[in-house]
């Protein structure tokens, strides 16, 4: 068990909804970052948000949103749902702002079927 | 051409063999080089983190990066059925929170 919970673990949800995604990290960890895992593209890193405030954006659709709230846990919201988002939604977290570390600890991650 | 190319397999190998896994890339800025192993319906774990190149060795696992050749690679000695899952290797740049992943491959380790 990582420490790192993500709700809910499956959602399947029809073509222009809009889903969000809940991650808390471990405790102490102040960073939290997002990532989506599909088949073909593997995991590709999404946002990170440290102690509130985003640090650092990846290849994040116009469509998705992310914030941290004042207890660190974070949500990815996900809008306007399209076949191509359906994947599994990583969360991760780690204790320092940078992920040159590698100690990132990972969630179970959240099944998201959009059809 | 993606920026980290992983063979995806699967490879499959029995108990007790060494597991060569290996990964190219191609951004010459990634000094921070990561292994991690995710099992099924599991998120991935840092299995082995290695800073610029050289070897790192935990246990019956042995991590290699030659960066004159933007290559990485992880050894398994012994290999267990319990190693049976897919690893990934990441990497990333100073300063860059944007880690690359690689697409991951599955290895199952026979009894």
């Known amino acids: 068990d990582s420490g790192v919970t993500q709700t809910p673990k499956h959602l399947i949800t029809a073509t222009g909804q809009r889903v969000t995604l809940r991650c808390s990290p471990r405790?102490?960890?102040?960073?939290v970052y997002w990532y989506q895992q599909s088949l073909d593209q593997g995991l590709q890193f999404l946002i990170q948000y440290y102690n509130g405030e985003e640090r650092a954006k990846g290849n994040i659709l116009e469509r998705f949103s992310a914030q941290q709230f004042p207890d660190l846990h974070s949500e990815l919201n996900l809008s306007s749902l399209e076949l191509g988002d359906s994947a599994l939604y990583f969360c991760?977290?780690?204790?320092?702002?940078?992920?040159?570390?590698?100690?990132?600890?990972f969630g179970e991650g959240s099944r998201l079927t959009v059809l | 051409q993606k920026e980290v190319e992983q063979d995806p397999g699967p490879l499959s190998v029995p108990e007790g063999a060494i597991v060569s896994l290996n990964c190219t890339y191609s951004n010459s800025a990634f000094q921070y080089f990561m292994w991690y192993r995710q099992y099924s319906r599991k998120g991935p774990e840092l299995l082995m983190y290695t800073y610029s190149s050289g070897n790192k060795e935990d246990g019956r696992f042995t991590a290699q990066v030659d960066k004159s050749s933007k290559y990485i690679s992880l050894f398994i000695r012994d290999s267990q059925p319990s190693d049976s899952a897919t690893y990934l290797c990441a990497m990333s740049a100073l300063y860059n929170n944007d880690m690359r992943f690689g697409a991951g491959t599955r290895l199952t380790v026979k009894p």
């Open positions: 405790s102490g960890d102040l960073s």
């Open positions: 991760a977290s780690s204790v320092s702002g940078t992920a040159n570390t590698g100690e990132l600890f």
